[in-house]
């Protein structure tokens, strides 16, 4: 059975297609378009232009999977969604024009499915998930295939920029209020937390910091631990990058060029908060979940 996964997140739309064989999914090909649904949120709404951008890319997904001779096809939607007045009008219209019916996960449902799809059988044995996105980032402590606890925050590399950020890079102040916002966050959902060693990374942000970390450090490409050491020194250079280091963020993350910062002070003050040595870039994650629990039928509860 071939099967496609779309995720309509807050910043990416992605559209992941899957040979599932014998309970298990394959992935084949991958599609992104980066629609910045975040951005087109006012008043806590979903414009009507940021749901016919929505709308544009699940057709044009739906046309590349019948050309490819496939009908089965999945759409859920995390914070772009979750998190606005009027997710049930803009699911509607989503539907009505696209013919596609759109899962809006909760937060903690969010969180449970990264943990499934990234951390299970891969990550480290035990530690923290770090589910950072456009528009939520999604926290789970968890020891083996246990979680312990888990958490949604509205706090995303695209929403985040938006609402702080003036030109492309954030000044001094306007990271020192991302921070704060951040550490606010944080305390209110942990005010006394255990420090943990190891961090299991998923999302774009990232990957991206990942990437231009190996550039930046002179690593392998294939390299896919960030350390809490590395991620602060990141940071600093890109706080106000050079001309070199600009070249790097274009060569690695082009397409993150303006929320990477944003994310980097996410994952930093997340790293402060609780002590980590290091994170672990994983190359799977609410999709991949999404697929063993809600096709393939092989959900962790």
Same mark, same amino acid.
Request: aromatic share 4%; with cysteine.
């Given at each position: 059975?071939?099967?496609?996964?779309?995720?309509?997140?807050?910043?990416?739309?992605?559209?992941?297609?899957?040979?599932?064989?014998?309970?298990?999914?394959?992935?084949?090909?991958?599609?992104?378009?980066?629609?910045?649904?975040?951005?087109?949120?006012?008043?806590?709404?979903?414009?009507?232009?940021?749901?016919?951008?929505?709308?544009?890319?699940?057709?044009?997904?739906?046309?590349?999977?019948?050309?490819?001779?496939?009908?089965?096809?999945?759409?859920?939607?995390?914070?772009?969604?979750?998190?606005?007045?009027?997710?049930?009008?803009? +699911?509607?219209?989503?539907?009505?024009?696209?013919?596609?019916?759109?899962?809006?996960?909760?937060?903690?449902?969010?969180?449970?499915?990264?943990?499934?799809?990234?951390?299970?059988?891969?990550?480290?044995?035990?530690?923290?998930?770090?589910?950072?996105?456009?528009?939520?980032?999604?926290?789970?402590?968890?020891?083996?295939?246990?979680?312990?606890?888990?958490?949604?925050?509205?706090?995303?590399?695209?929403?985040?920029?938006?609402?702080? +950020?003036?030109?492309?890079?954030?000044?001094?102040?306007?990271?020192?209020? #991302?921070?704060?916002?951040?550490?606010?966050?944080?305390?209110?959902?942990?005010?006394?937390?255990?420090? #943990?060693?190891?961090?299991?990374?998923?999302?774009?942000?990232?990957?991206?910091?990942?990437?231009?970390?190996?550039?930046?450090?002179?690593?392998?490409?294939?390299?896919?631990?960030?350390?809490?050491?590395?991620?602060?020194?990141?940071?600093?250079?890109?706080?106000?990058?050079?001309?070199?280091?600009?070249?790097?963020?274009?060569?690695?993350?082009?397409?993150?060029?303006?929320?990477?910062?944003?994310?980097?002070?996410?994952?930093?003050?997340?790293?402060?908060?609780?002590?980590?040595?290091?994170?672990?870039?994983?190359?799977?994650?609410?999709?991949?979940?999404?697929?063993?629990?809600?096709?393939?039928?092989?959900?962790?509860?």
């Amino acid at each position: 059975m071939i099967c496609g996964i779309i995720d309509l997140g807050s910043n990416t739309i992605r559209l992941s297609i899957y040979q599932c064989e014998h309970g298990r999914g394959r992935l084949l090909t991958n599609r992104k378009v980066m629609a910045g649904l975040a951005g087109y949120v006012i008043d806590g709404e979903l414009s009507q232009e940021g749901i016919q951008v929505a709308c544009q890319t699940l057709e044009e997904y739906k046309a590349l999977m019948s050309n490819l001779g496939f009908t089965n096809l999945r759409v859920f939607a995390t914070a772009s969604l979750r998190n606005v007045s009027n997710t049930d009008e803009a +699911v509607s219209q989503i539907q009505s024009s696209t013919g596609l019916a759109v899962d809006v996960i909760s937060g903690t449902e969010e969180a449970r499915l990264s943990f499934l799809g990234a951390v299970q059988g891969q990550g480290p044995e035990e530690g923290l998930l770090i589910d950072l996105g456009g528009g939520s980032m999604e926290l789970v402590k968890y020891q083996g295939h246990d979680i312990l606890s888990s958490c949604s925050l509205s706090l995303g590399s695209l929403s985040l920029y938006s609402r702080f +950020v003036t030109y492309l890079h954030p000044t001094k102040s306007e990271r020192k209020a #991302i921070r704060a916002l951040v550490s606010e966050q944080l305390e209110r959902h942990d005010s006394a937390p255990a420090p #943990i060693a190891h961090a299991c990374g998923v999302g774009g942000t990232a990957r991206a910091a990942c990437k231009v970390a190996n550039l930046a450090f002179g690593r392998s490409q294939d390299c896919r631990i960030l350390t809490a050491k590395e991620l602060h020194k990141l940071l600093k250079l890109l706080r106000d990058p050079d001309r070199e280091m600009l070249g790097l963020m274009l060569k690695a993350a082009p397409d993150r060029i303006h929320t990477l910062v944003p994310g980097l002070i996410i994952l930093n003050t997340v790293a402060r908060t609780y002590g980590l040595e290091d994170i672990t870039i994983s190359r799977c994650g609410v999709r991949e979940g999404y697929l063993q629990d809600r096709v393939l039928g092989g959900g962790a509860q």
